[in-house]
Nanobody
Framework: QVQLVESGGGSVQAGGSLRLSCAASGYTDSAVCMGWFRQVPGKEREGVAIIVTAEWSTYYGDSVKGRFTISQDNAKNTVYLQMNGLKPEDTAMYYC??????????????????WGQGTQVTVSS
């Protein structure tokens, strides 16, 4: 069983920064991708950033390109999301997820098998 625990969310003013962490435990060695997603009430869950674990290649949603950076520390079994230049529209619940699917690069939530409980990010103007 895989467990994912997010931390680092909070409230920040527009233009500020936050770093989210996702600590993974369990059988994560063969995860193809790790990803960050976000969701606001009434909307579908959106892929924010993906890292292909064996390749270290990364993918970003258009709305966060140039502002967010995903990274991994294999020694700590942790994935990070550095968020700079935050905007009010970045306000959402952020979720970490692990995928064992070869289709994980397209950042569709349906290809992700395990999810954390989420951490709230609120950006005020």
């Amino acid at each position: 069983q895989v467990q994912l625990v997010e931390s680092g969310g909070g409230s920040v003013q527009a233009g500020g920064s936050l770093r989210l962490s996702c600590a993974a435990s369990g059988y994560t060695d063969s995860a193809v991708c790790m990803g960050w997603f976000r969701q606001v009430p009434g909307k579908e869950r959106e892929g924010v950033a993906i890292i292909v674990t064996a390749e270290w290649s990364t993918y970003y949603g258009d709305s966060v390109k140039g502002r967010f950076t995903i990274s991994q520390d294999n020694a700590k079994n942790t994935v990070y999301l550095q968020m700079n230049g935050l905007k009010p529209e970045d306000t959402a619940m952020y979720y970490c997820a692990a995928s064992y699917s070869v289709y994980c690069r397209n950042a569709s939530p349906r290809h992700y098998n395990y999810w954390g409980q989420g951490t709230q990010v609120t950006v005020s103007s």
